[in-house]
């Protein structure tokens, strides 16, 4: 029987994340018994530039930003989040998402169900200068 976790959002058990971006803590997943959900705080360096463009096959995504701006590409679209917002991201859509570059960002991430699900699409370096070029000029 699983038995319940304690914790607080700003601790959990830290590690690097991929292309040394910054720091995720864990607090909740498989390691508590939790198949069902993963919950963690990923605290992205200013200088981070955006993550690899991927899709989770299975699991929903949902990303509660904390504190600072992220840029997040969803499905080709870029969209800059800032504390408070909440992006709900369905199985099967490509997304990459890191800071703005104005200062260190800090995401609670959701992973439903819980366990690895993360399918890196390659060659997505066009489709994120796209994104990035679209969101300049509409946003003139």
């Known amino acids: 029987m699983t038995s319940p976790k ?3 959002i700003d601790t959990g058990t830290p590690k690097g ?3 040394d971006r910054g720091v995720t803590h864990h607090l909740v997943g498989l ?3 939790a198949s069902n959900v993963d919950l963690h705080t990923n605290v992205i360096n200013a200088d981070s530039g955006i993550g690899p463009y991927h899709y989770h096959a299975k699991a929903e995504n949902i990303y509660v930003v904390m504190s ?3 840029e997040v590409i969803i499905d080709g679209v870029k969209y800059l989040f800032k504390a408070g917002d909440v992006a709900f991201i369905p199985p099967g859509v490509p ?3 890191g800071s703005d570059g104005s200062g260190i960002t800090t995401v609670l991430e959701i992973y439903a169900p819980a366990g690895r699900d993360f399918e890196i699409i390659e060659d997505s370096a066009e489709i994120i200068a796209t994104a990035r070029a679209n969101y300049e000029k509409d946003n003139k």
Request: no cysteine.
């Open 17 to 19: 994340m991929r292309l």
């Open 31 to 33: 390691d508590d018994g």
């Open 95 to 97: 997304h990459a998402a």
């Open 6 to 8: 304690f914790t607080r």
């Open 68 to 70: 600072g701006t992220a």
